[in-house]
């Protein structure tokens, strides 16, 4: 028991220093950036008052090294900043907009990982005319730019035929509650959620292919088959088991392309994410706010990576080795 | 024994259809390089310019893949982006590559505290996400044309440095390394003109790939509206036409088909090259 | 310093770390070259014999100065080698040159034979090409393989393994050396192909008589068939040293006898009338090694001396043997 908490301690000295690494770029950021940095940090617009108040609160008349250590406690602490534009405190908009994205992110993972793995392996036991479609297919999938395919889907499905809505999580004005509410979110969910599993079952069908073809060369496919287990039992049961780790470890470390991935399909469908923050506080010049999603977005994905590692050395005991 | 010949006999099939996935990707860049190289004499309206047509006409005579919201020739934008988006591609590459190289190969040559160091920098880069920070980067030092080349470069360059140090340290074991040295070989020599050529299959297909990631970030950039405005940009083009999916659709899908097809073709040609750069090491 | 010995080793030490405690400090050394010193004189030949894991491919390395040494000295031609700083050393390298054990992982396979023995006197010389490729030709030619032409422009992978060992010969000889090490030249070779590299060696070893060899195997036949005088190591440490002809024919530290013991003999009346030790134990992991003589763990003469004291050399019919059975003499 012990070794695994070993290994869980030594992962968290791994990762917890990247924290530091995100806030100290962003910090060298503001501050490389050209002009003063004071309106970076207070957004352009902002009257007298609220610039020198904004100076002064984060010590910019001080030493560098100062300064860097006031920005590390203010960003530990939470405070990432106020939008002048939005007249909110910077991490209060964005942690009202996170329970959104990580929906969507994580309903696109679980879509993509079933799916894909239950195409893959068909893909892998069947060769032929299907698993070359199917090559292409992912091929193709893995190549479309998310942006494009949300604009596409919503175009086919929400324009022309009119399936599903046109964007955001629910309907406005409708006031439903309970199951409806529930019902009309899930409708929302469909398109922006398919548009993003689309790359990822692309890719875990390719792997989960690969992954699988090469454990059914193994011998102990071959002693299976001896026994006289079914070809589907062979294929589901023994091959998959053994093929799954090259998967999980892939879909574990992705969650960070899905993120990105879901910022900019949030823009597509105007879900009220972090993506459709950051395309609007671009758009106004918010700086503080896109400074802000950068830290929390990579922050988010630091622990996840930093989740999936433990769980996965905890699945593997030959991981924890290293 | 049925089911081994017929194992076989797949096999076989697919060792070809690998090669013909080089073949394919090859053609589909060449195209994409020719059509960039060639923009202006394939266009016949400057892509910028405004009104040159009525705005949100669907695709007609004069302009095949339609006009935007402010009159511009879509086609003529696509073509260019395409220029916009190759050119971006290959540059910020080329930044990552010597970049990249330079910190792994003396990460991977000299081992002691400066590869420590190095690799402590490097590992740490690789976990933020690329896109943000490329986001963020633009943002703040404007966005300009070189910035964008600069930000991706600056966001590629640790996963070279990783691959490339990977393969010095595998390769610098090698027999004819130690009788280089056991010649007199002087180290620069033994860098570039031992470990370095031994090294090319492996970082060949990574480049490629690497390539296709810049685009992509290119586009996605553009697409949030981070770009140059004065540069045609496929990301751009799909930015504007956001706001119009509902009327015109042609606005956003033929800049979305060519970015597609760039990336279709490079992921053929990056994912061809690694099976085939492979098994031919193995054979020997 | 100055005799006539081409090659001075003395007390040579290679210990690399072996494990390390949480901190970082090491805690033990894997001891693979432990207090080596020899001579070889001019024009000589030396084998050095020894299991693998002796400690005889690092000994080797640490004379051409591929790896630093833990302590020690080698002096060549008078000229302690650790001395010399880069450039110097580089100087010296056309004089000191080594064949390795596996032709095919020596030789880069991305270049032509041509460029891999052009590459030498380009480094080394300031010849003009053409000078250069007759140069190269008249190489190709000395190690057997003609017509030079037809190996020239070809990869490594395209050669047999016997032609690429002749290759990493010519390579080494081009510059004329005085000291040639060849590490187990001919056991990564197909059997029938080892008869005509050791011939090559030999011939070799005829034209350029003020060369040295030293030859390093556990074989100890391809010794014999080259060097004159021999050098037995075990676990980092020589336990005999002498003419090859008298070691084989007689030898002294029990060691060596259970080497030799293990070359078959043609004829079965002197293969049955043989003193044949029986082979015991492993050899001992050289990080820890037991205190004393390193062997007396598998040695059947041990006494109690032995495990404790490592012996001395002790001079015994002009040889030199490291085992407390000849202290008397």
Known sequence: ?322 | MSTNTNQKKKVKRSRILLNSRVYAGLIIVSAVVVIAVFAPLLTWFPPLKTLVGKPFTPPNEGHPFGTDDLGRDIYSNVIYGIRTSLTIGLSSVLIAIVIGTLIGVLAGYYRGFLEDFLMRITDMTLILPQFLLALVIVAIFGQSFTNIIIAIGIVSWPGLARLIRAEFLSIKERQFVEAARAIGLPDSRIIFGEILPNAIPAVIPYIILQVNSAILIEAGLGFLGVGDPNVPSLGLMLNTAQQYLLTSWWMAVYPGIMLSMIVVGLNLLGDGLVEYLNPRLRKR | MKNSALLHVINLKKYFPAGRSFFGTVRSYVKAVDDVSFQVEKGSSLGIVGESGSGKTTLARVILRLIEPTSGTVYFDGVNIFSLDKNELRKLRPQIQMVFQDPMASLNPRKKIKQILEQVYKLHTTLDLKTINEKVANLLERVGLTPPELFLERYPHELSGGQRQRVCIARAIALNPRLLIADEPVSALDVSIRGQIINLLLDIHRDFPEMVYIVISHDIALIKSICEDTLVMYAGKVVEQGKTEDIIKKPLHPYTSMLLSAIPVPDPDIAKSRDRPTITGETPSLINPPPGCRFHTRCPYAIEKCRKEPPPFYNVEGREVACYLYEKQ
């Open chain 1, 1 to 322: 028991m012990s070794q695994a908490l070993n290994f869980i301690v030594k992962r968290l000295i791994q990762y917890i220093p990247m924290i530091f690494v995100v806030i100290v770029i962003n910090f060298m950021l503001i501050n490389l950036a050209p002009g003063d940095p004071t309106y970076i940090l207070a957004g352009e617009i902002g009257d007298e008052e609220f610039i020198k108040a904004t100076r002064s609160r984060l010590g910019l008349d001080r030493p560098i090294h100062e300064r860097l250590l006031i920005y590390i406690s203010n960003v530990l602490r939470g405070d990432l900043g106020y939008s002048y534009l939005r007249s909110e405190q910077v991490s209060k908009l964005i942690l009202d907009r996170i329970p959104a994205t990580i929906f969507l992110v994580l309903s696109a993972m679980a879509l993509s990982a079933a799916v894909g793995i239950l195409i893959g392996t068909v893909a892998a036991a069947r060769r032929g005319t299907l698993d070359v479609t199917l090559s292409i297919l992912s091929l193709i999938g893995i190549s479309i730019p998310y942006f494009w395919l949300g604009q596409i889907i919503l175009i086919v499905f929400a324009v022309y035929l009119g399936l599903f809505p046109l964007g955001g999580m629910v309907t406005v004005g409708a006031g439903y509650k309970g199951f409806d509410y529930v019902l009309d979110v899930l409708r929302h969910m469909v398109l922006p959620v398919l548009t993003l599993a689309t790359f990822n079952i692309a890719y875990t069908t390719k792997i989960t292919r690969a992954s699988v073809l090469e454990s059914l060369t193994q011998d102990y496919i071959v002693t299976a088959r001896a026994k006289g287990l079914s070809e589907r039992r062979v294929v589901f049961v023994h091959a998959l088991r053994n093929a799954l780790i090259p998967v999980v470890t892939y879909t574990g470390f992705n969650t960070g392309v899905l993120l990105v991935g879901a910022i900019l399909t949030e823009t597509v469908f105007a879900w009220p994410g972090m993506g459709s923050l950051l395309y609007d506080s671009i758009k106004l010049r918010d700086y503080p706010v896109v400074l802000g999603i950068f830290i929390y977005g990579s922050i988010i994905i630091i622990i996840a990576n930093l989740i999936v590692d433990i769980l996965y050395g905890l699945i593997d005991p030959r991981i924890r080795v290293r």
